[in-house]
Nanobody, 115 residues
Framework: QVQLVESGGGLVEPGGSLTLSCAAS????????MGWYRQAPGKQREVVAA???????DYADSVKGRFTISRDNAKNTMYLQMNSLKAEDTAVYYC?????????WGQGTQVTVSS
């Protein structure tokens, strides 16, 4: 069983920045399927960024160049640095990991981009 706890969401003005954190209850050293998803009101959950084997990364086209996914194995924590935020980035953000054949999700953190 893996517990994921997100933090760092909030209200930010367009053009601003936020960093989301996802703390895992297990060591993430050997986990190579991790990522962030988001779900806006009335829309399906969509992948935002993924951290895969060899620390390769993948991003949704809508966030490329603005968001950065990273990890700190010593802290068992994954991050999502979000810059140049836009109103369309408003959503609940979820972190996820695949661990021993199962996928786990955090509870979500709200990000609202508005002036």
């Amino acid at each position: 069983q893996v517990q994921l706890v997100e933090s760092g969401g909030g209200l930010v003005e367009p053009g601003g920045s936020l960093t989301l954190s996802c703390a895992a209850s297990v060591s993430i050293f050997s986990i190579y399927d991790m990522g962030w998803y988001r779900q806006a009101p009335g829309k399906q959950r969509e992948v935002v960024a993924a951290l895969l084997t060899g620390d390769s990364t993948d991003y949704a086209d809508s966030v490329k160049g603005r968001f950065t996914i990273s990890r700190d194995n010593a802290k068992n924590t994954m991050y999502l640095q979000m810059n140049s935020l836009k109103a369309e980035d408003t959503a609940v953000y979820y972190c996820t990991v695949a661990y021993r054949g199962r996928r786990y999700w955090g509870q979500g953190t709200q990000v609202t981009v508005s002036s």
